[in-house]
């Protein structure tokens, strides 16, 4: 029992996941809890301190083994400083995270953006292996987006970024998240998409979808979707190619600026219908694309579903200590 | 009881509604059926009689007195031939009303659009009072429109018209009920409204809704969002500004081709917050307008609220049948 | 020469043009000006008065034949007033030109819009006969339209309307003549087409018309569009397709509203090339149309050129002269 | 004269410009020709040549000096292979420069893109010093980006990017040099703004501009517009504002994923009226920015001018050549 082993930690709106990893990758421990954000971040963070402590038991290892700790955060994150900048879904602000886990745990720990972690999970270990730049896409509740680099985490000094949601598509377009106008998730987010399909439900036009989830958008899951698809509901299909093309569009603007080796689709609606949204993205990306960039870009579907977080947050941490000295507090 | 007798109908998507008018317009009687569209138009047509012959009977009349009949009809319909072309809610095609009617009554049957209808009740009776030429605009479902024009239904000799919510407005925008991306009715309807304010609902920036009504469109109805527009829930109050302004916008555009002396709002999204949709409508009209047309439209709120739909009708039939001899089969 | 004559005048940003037509409308004589605008309105009328006595003149006919003047007019009117209200080209505002010319004349005067004029003409005379009703769309410096509905000029009490250049079409769009971003004018007129063809001329992308007529606006005439669309020069196709494709589809927005029996297509640029207007228009409509709109209206080409201005002026003059007793001063 | 030289050259649309710099980066001679793009890539490459050899000898030193050689090319470059991919204004493609430049002069070639060398040129000695990440953008004739990130040029291995004049920006929107409806570079680039004001002189509503230069687009440049907006041309002052506030929107989505430190605005456009850019594009920003990335990037303007390519050529050359050995042939 001599070997290191690192922590990787996944803080997300709803749960939150503690994993301990030796150095070949291998899961020795994982802890799983809610996150309860309302409950506001100080006890947040004890909560995350008790999920990481109870994954060390899980593991049957003790904390001297822990080389250090990675935690992905659900919004803009300060790399230097380890704080978390703010975290919309959990009413959190300015939370030093790394400065929190360092006085408990006397180890390294690497903050980064959760979709950054999942980005360089998939970059690591799945979809994105052998390429040296991976752009990931992850339309959910907004539209998640990472870049690595050169084989890093594309970040600024201060501020993680990539926050490809929130760019201009459509103007005078809906209002989404961050009142902004025709964002790009108001425009092709999963959220976005259960909504107009919600309403052709709620018109008679998508019976499927009326039937087994009725109009309320807590229910109109992935699943529900690629039912609809499946089922061809022509409302639906028209409703899910306008979004994913449009997608695609966006992603080939992108691709212009950004020049990835590789595009990673992924998140659960993807996953739900990993072929359509592939053929879809290329489809609107081929409307849009500059003939010097036309084949630069593969487009391929994430590999790891939920546990590319915890994972990509422990390489990254791996990849940062390697780097820097780090004081242990 | 020597006086002749009218009847006007509306034929919704989920009610019908018959009522008996004397020449005073006084109501003498009145019945309500649900439309039950999915049994077909056959099954249809016949509750639509018996809607009025109970309204007869409610009246306490006889057929004899009875001097026509106007029904306004939930699609476009050909008024020349008295056929409802399309109901896209019921699900029905050419069907041939007036015909129908006039076989089973031997009365003088003029069929409009249900909108006309309601458009042409607030001109006769309610809002429009004294202009030559109104502009209705009711956004609910999708958005209706209707236009009276030199005192009479705008409509064309084969086809009713004014579909304003089935105009381009922003372009590559949601898809709505035609499958047009960014029609109107996507961006401005109380349903698309809805739908907005569902997804804020979802992501937690939108807490008077989400407790009140969830994240079902059919439980956010007119009512869950003036409450949450008095509570100043800011994402809220984005989201219905954006909406009304662009709406208003567009009405700069008809009032550019139509120059109507009066705009009539409707609806009960309008009705739950009137004061609201004047304003921001003005505003988005300002905007837009070019200075001869500044001032040639006001821009006022629907009186009637669900009567004036039949009595529209009503006042419709009498003045197309006071000017036409119409056979009575 | 005991007959009856009419004056029909037209009034335009550069020239002005009075024919004297008898009453099986055979042109007796005609004079043209240029109207200086500049000059200011008091200037130019007593430009117009000269013009008009010039025609009667070159008709040799005597002011006791005349028996109304139609004149149409650069910029919305008053119909009830006769008056000019506002010509952006010539800097004019509130120019009583029917009380002014029957104060010369002494005979009953009839003030319109020139596009309605023009579309008026084309009703009684060309393209439009035998259509009851009929939309006049007229790409040029803007997009002028006119429509005739149920016989008779659409317009307002107090205004002239059907200012189709000025609907809002295109989000965040370019700025046109009445600074609003993204009228349908600044999409697909005949100018932003040639500005969008000039910049491509300056990238060395439409080597025909640099060679022709340079990156000059006012070089870039109908002819020099139409000859580069024959050349086949990729970008001018691609310029010249996605505006009349827009128009295409703004226009299925107007039949929606409007159910014209007839589309009428007219203009320089539409006349340089009729067959490949008429078939990207219908392109257009055809991508937007509602299923019981799609075959209501039929798109043609205008017939009657530059004299469709005063043939139309002077039919409505006939038309409004016979409805109305007019006091002749 | 025992010290090392460097060459660094700007390969434009219309000229060519060579310099030689010592190691302080002490302009020794230099030498300007016309490109003349059409007589080919071959007779090009010549012209490259005889430009470096006449630089060389105006600076009087010998070949033997030169360490080096940077060359920024207008189009797509390849960096690994020194391959110009494609350059849109001279027609040429795949041009593999540095392999012919190493042939005549046995000395390291660094290829970059000419936008990227400006960019760079301002990140070591003008408005991006200090910076660590700096964006560059570039209204012209079309709308050019490059984009420093932690001191190094920003650019895929086998192709560079940043090309942001071809990011979709309004659907629908105008044509510009690629096809793409509504880029980046159809609403804000300076030849885009250009083309509107010539519209609005065409129409007379911008007398200075019509006055000066007239309605042709050759015409109108960045003095003429400057000297409108001085003026106080109201129109011309709306379409700017427009153009401008769009590009700060674009940008603050450009800050959302890239988080610059500095954004560096440049050009003549730009350089005519600074402040009024400054102004309008920090306004653009702050209608979009979310409040994380609200301070992260401050505005400048750029202040090397037109010698901000051979300077930032030169120095990525040696930052390159420091970094790898180059075969000399």
């Given at each position: 029992?001599?070997?290191?082993?690192?922590?990787?930690?996944?803080?997300?709106?709803?749960?939150?996941?503690?994993?301990?990893?030796?150095?070949?990758?291998?899961?020795?421990?994982?802890?799983?809890?809610?996150?309860?954000?309302?409950?506001?971040?100080?006890?947040?963070?004890?909560?995350?301190?008790?999920?990481?402590q109870?994954?060390?038991d899980?593991?049957?290892?003790?904390?001297?083994?822990?080389?250090?700790?990675?935690?992905?955060?659900p919004?803009?994150?300060d790399?230097?400083?380890?704080?978390?900048?703010?975290?919309?879904?959990?009413?959190?602000?300015n939370?030093?995270?790394?400065?929190?886990?360092?006085?408990?745990?006397k180890?390294?720990?690497?903050?980064?953006?959760?979709?950054?972690?999942?980005?360089?999970?998939?970059?690591?270990?799945?979809?994105?292996?052998?390429?040296?730049?991976?752009?990931?896409?992850?339309?959910?509740?907004?539209?998640?987006?990472?870049?690595?680099?050169?084989?890093?985490?594309?970040?600024?000094?201060?501020?993680?970024?990539?926050?490809?949601?929130?760019?201009?598509?459509?103007?005078?377009?809906?209002?989404?998240?961050?009142?902004?106008?025709?964002?790009?998730?108001?425009?092709?987010?999963?959220?976005?998409?259960?909504?107009?399909?919600?309403?052709?439900?709620?018109?008679?036009?998508?019976?499927?979808?009326?039937?087994?989830?009725?109009?309320?958008?807590?229910?109109?899951?992935?699943?529900?979707?690629?039912?609809?698809?499946?089922?061809?509901?022509?409302?639906?299909?028209?409703?899910?190619?306008?979004?994913?093309?449009?997608?695609?569009?966006?992603?080939?603007?992108?691709?212009?600026?950004?020049?990835?080796?590789?595009?990673?689709?992924?998140?659960g609606?993807?996953?739900?219908?990993?072929?359509?949204?592939?053929?879809?993205?290329k489809?609107?990306?081929?409307?849009?694309l500059?003939?010097?960039?036309?084949?630069?870009a593969?487009?391929?579907?994430?590999?790891?579903?939920?546990?590319?977080?915890?994972?990509?947050?422990?390489?990254?941490?791996?990849?940062?200590?390697?780097?820097?000295?780090?004081?242990?507090?």
């Open positions: 029992m001599a070997e290191r082993c690192w922590i990787g930690f996944d803080l997300g709106g709803t749960k939150m996941l503690a994993a301990v990893y030796d150095e070949e990758y291998r899961c020795l421990g994982r802890e799983r809890k809610k996150t309860k954000g309302y409950l506001g971040a100080e006890v947040g963070v004890e909560r995350v301190i008790k999920c990481i109870d994954a060390i899980d593991a049957g290892c003790s904390l001297d083994q822990i080389a250090g700790i990675g935690i992905g955060c919004g803009p994150i790399p230097e400083r380890g704080v978390l900048l703010q975290a919309p879904n959990l009413g959190w602000k939370v030093p995270i790394a400065d929190l886990l360092r006085k408990q745990f180890k390294p720990v690497v903050v980064i953006n959760d979709v950054d972690a999942g980005v360089y999970g998939e970059y690591e270990f799945g979809a994105g292996r052998g390429a040296r730049s991976i752009l990931g896409v992850f339309p959910g509740t907004g539209i998640g987006g990472g870049f690595v680099y050169d084989g890093k985490i594309f970040q600024s000094r201060r501020i993680s970024c990539m926050e490809i949601g929130h760019i201009p598509t459509v103007p005078n377009g809906p209002i989404a998240s961050a009142g902004l106008p025709g964002s790009l998730e108001s425009v092709s987010s999963r959220l976005a998409i259960s909504a107009l399909i919600a309403q052709a439900a709620y018109r008679g036009q998508a019976p499927t979808v009326a039937g087994s989830a009725g109009t309320d958008l807590a229910n109109i899951r992935s699943g529900t979707i690629s039912d609809a698809l499946e089922a061809k509901e022509p409302l639906v299909v028209e409703i899910l190619t306008h979004a994913v093309v449009q997608l695609g569009r966006s992603i080939a603007g992108f691709v212009h600026m950004l020049a990835p080796e590789r595009i990673i689709l992924g998140g609606l993807v996953e739900a219908m990993p072929d359509f949204f592939q053929k879809k993205v489809d609107g990306m081929n409307e849009w500059l003939p010097a960039y036309a084949d630069c593969e487009v391929v579907v994430a590999k790891l579903g939920d546990d590319a977080g915890i994972q990509g947050a422990t390489a990254w941490a791996r990849h940062v200590i390697g780097d820097r000295e780090q004081p242990a507090d």
